[in-house]
């Protein structure tokens, strides 16, 4: 946690904030005025960290809200590599990303939290208003250009767009999304912390189809660990798959975040 800790700190210093440190748990808290920021160390399993913030309550009748939420999620272009969730207990909105910690500076770390919040604002105005044009929210280049290849794998086709910051999208269509407020409920409660979809994000399409969608940072001495990670992430794409073509009836198994990352 060393790392961690040492990054912390000195983007505190950036921030201004004395003392800024994460606790025992490698967890630290930042008030925001959207609301209150996590980063968490994840490093010693994965090599992340996580920054994550519930950021809006919902009403019980909220199928656009999450329409207009999954649709955000497609390719990240709206939440500036940011996934939208539900988080099953309060019931209201998250905000998460994970970030490999190796590649990130302090000033670095700063400019994301700070992207991070001003995704949370936009969001959070747009719901407030009912103003649900994703289109609008677009403004961020930086991830999900129309360029693309095709990978095939277990007889699963995906596409993959490259990024400017050494990572790649890789994206697969799932199916239609199934009529009623349940499955829209199944499918934003598996995006929070990943739980459902070990580590990968949940998406409506410009079609409105469902993708399951997850970035992969490109490293010379990780191509056994990227093939891993893509063969989970094609297993879990085949079962949300199922689920779809079951109109919501199958049942998904949910990970703790500690067993997510470690894969």
Known sequence: MET?????????ALLGIEGFSPDAGGVCYLAAEEAQISIIDCSEASGLILITADFAGLDSDCDEELRFALSSNYLFKATHGATISLDP??????????LPIDALTPEMLVE????FSS???????????????VHSESDDEEDGNDQFDIIKADGVSAKVYPSGDSSLIVSVELGELPEGSAILRELMTGNYLFAGTAGAALALDEDRRVVMQ????????????IS?????????????????ILGGDEQIPFSPLDDLIRV
């Open 89 to 98: 207990d309060s019931g209201g909105l998250a905000l998460s990303i994970y």
């Open 214 to 225: 997850q970035r992969f940072w490109v490293k010379e001495s990780a191509e056994d660990d």
């Open 119 to 133: 995704v949370m604002f936009k969001l959070r105005e747009s719901i407030d208003s009912r103003t649900f044009d």
């Open 228 to 244: 891993g990670r893509l063969a989970v992430f094609f297993d879990k794409a085949k079962v949300w798959k199922g689920k779809l």
């Open 112 to 115: 994301r939290i700070e992207a």
């Open 4 to 12: 961690f800790s040492r990054l912390i700190e000195d983007a505190g």
